[in-house]
């Protein structure tokens, strides 16, 4: 999965697992699960005990950030690609919502 490419291409062959993207902790551990011969390979057990699996230091939590929305906001962007514009009618049924939600008026008159 790493380089997209099958594990081994021929019986003969040594698998190219090089990625600089990943640490040093990383490389040990895929090289640890993919050894060609299963007696030399490492049991599930010695794997889940890896260091690269026990250590967090380096994950970074993702940046995520949260909008503020209210409904007219969702109104207007929904107002700008829909048939509003079509529907004289409901386009100033829109337009009068806004402007009162503008001034602080929860309900058209």
């Not at 079509?86 to 929860?106: A, F």
Request: aromatic content about 6%.
């Amino acid at each position: 999965m790493i380089t997209g490419k099958p594990l081994w291409e021929s019986s003969n062959s040594e698998p190219n697992f090089e990625n600089p993207k990943l640490s040093t902790e990383a490389k040990d551990f895929r090289n640890n699960c993919l050894v060609r011969n299963p007696n030399a390979r490492w049991c599930a057990d010695m794997l889940l005990n890896h260091s690269f699996l026990k250590s967090d230091d380096d994950v970074q939590p993702p940046d995520t950030k949260k909008r503020q929305c209210d409904g007219m906001s969702l109104l207007r962007k929904k107002r700008s690609k829909t048939a509003f514009r079509t529907q004289p009618h409901i386009r100033d049924l829109v337009i009068q919502l806004d402007s009162d939600s503008k001034d602080g008026n929860s309900c058209p008159n």
